[in-house]
């Protein structure tokens, strides 16, 4: 190692989650009233939710994944309707397309930011396309307005895939709302949690309905509604349906990360800030780029790619990061790449040249709250010392 770097007593972890006394206190508050599975906390979170958002209807989940699985159900999503989406996202986007019997139908990116290249979606369609799914990508937004625009112009419906996306705005408004279906993840390495979870947000009364009966077995009526003081324990199964419902213990870290996450963002934003500069004389890692048009940026991660003249691969740099201290995360390798994926629809790989790009190269940098300046000039440190070695 060169001279000047000191290896780190502790690891540095890609993620971190902000998990503080009054969240603790919340939970075991739960745990104390009996109303640990759903109940008034869930019920408290969906509307905290949604009017931070903007949107009238939030129906919050045991995970992002179950809302994408009830929400293309409820979209009304057939075997054999094809979806616009991008490769450039974790495989649950990709899986829930496939699982209820849709094909994926794969646009490419932007490589400077990862986002879904919007110029590419119309000539995507055909007779069998049902709608899009833009994912806004490491807490940037995706371009919405030509999405929407060709989705009106064909008769398309627009789920969004906002896991990345609390507190994220475009053009002022908050992503999730654009479209027919917005969805958020709630998982640890996320910019606010609730150890797992997600939540579904929309405008349409009716379709929430079929929404509410997908996730809690077809019914009408939680176990809250029925059980509470007043309730009916009486249940009518109006479709079939699965068990996706929230949980008050997950809740109950919710709330308070919710009423927080302005400020956990704005600390990301300071640490994305410190790493583009402490990385601006670095030219074997390419930067991530902000989109051009308006949005607001709440940096759920910060992705780099290693490009070539670093002389190594990204899994070797990696490695050398670790033994320095320093942990990483993939998002992602593109789906379309994944084993499945390239057996069953082996026409795309060599079609998507930019998300194959950028797949084999990027990486994502420790980014989390509870970071310190020293962390970030840490990682920076470390870098630079792994491609001083490189170099010989």
């Known amino acids: 190692m060169t001279e000047s770097f000191v290896k780190r007593d502790s690891f540095l972890p890609f993620s971190k989650p902000t998990i503080r006394q009054i ?18 906390k869930a019920d408290r979170f969906e509307k905290d939710f949604a009017s931070y958002t903007g ?10 994944t179950a809302g994408l699985h009830i929400g293309l159900l ?4 057939r075997p054999g309707g094809e979806v616009i989406t991008t490769s450039m996202t974790w495989a649950s986007t990709v899986n829930m397309i496939e699982a209820v019997g849709g094909t994926p139908v794969f646009v490419d990116i932007h490589p400077e930011t990862c986002q879904i290249d919007e110029r590419q979606i119309e000539a995507a369609i055909t007779p069998k396309t049902a709608g899009i799914m833009p994912v806004h990508y490491a807490g940037a937004p995706s371009d919405m307005d030509p999405i929407l625009e060709v989705a009106r112009k064909h008769g398309l419906w627009v789920f969004e ?3 990345h996306g609390v507190g994220t705005l475009y053009k002022g408004r908050h992503v999730g709302g654009f479209g027919r279906l917005g969805v958020f993840s709630f998982h640890p390495i996320k910019n606010m949690t609730t150890a797992e979870g997600g939540i579904l947000t929309l405008r349409d009364e009716e379709l929430a309905r079929k929404l509410r009966a997908l996730r809690f077995h077809g019914l009408e ?7 509470a003081e007043g309730g009916s324990p009486q249940v009518e199964v109006m479709m079939p349906g699965f068990k996706y419902n929230f949980m008050d213990i997950q809740a109950a870290i919710g709330i308070h990360q919710l009423a927080s996450v302005g400020d956990f963002n704005a600390k990301r934003r300071y640490l994305a800030s410190l790493y583009d500069k402490a990385l ?5 890692i390419m930067k991530p780029e902000a989109p051009k048009y308006d949005h607001f940026h709440t940096w759920h991660l910060y992705v780099v ?5 670093a002389r190594m691969s990204r899994d070797t740099f990696i490695a050398e990061l670790r033994a320095r201290n320093v942990g990483t995360g993939i998002h992602f390798r593109a789906v379309h790449t994944q084993p499945y994926y390239a057996q069953k629809y082996p026409q795309w790989i060599g079609k998507l040249p930019r998300s194959e790009w950028v797949s084999e190269r990027l990486f994502s940098l420790p980014l989390f709250p509870m970071m310190t300046e020293e962390d970030v000039l840490y990682v920076a440190m470390a870098i630079k010392d792994v491609l001083s070695h490189a170099r010989g």
């Open 74 to 77: 409820a979209l009304g999503l």
């Open 280 to 284: 601006s004389d670095i030219p074997e």
């Open 55 to 64: 949107f009238p209807i939030a129906l919050a989940l045991s995970s992002a």
């Open 23 to 40: 969240e603790i206190d919340e939970v075991v508050d739960s745990l104390r009233s009996g109303w640990i599975t759903t109940g008034p």
């Open 221 to 227: 009526k939680s176990a809250w509604n029925r059980y």
């Open 161 to 163: 895939d906002a896991a």
């Open 305 to 309: 790619k290693l490009l070539d003249s």
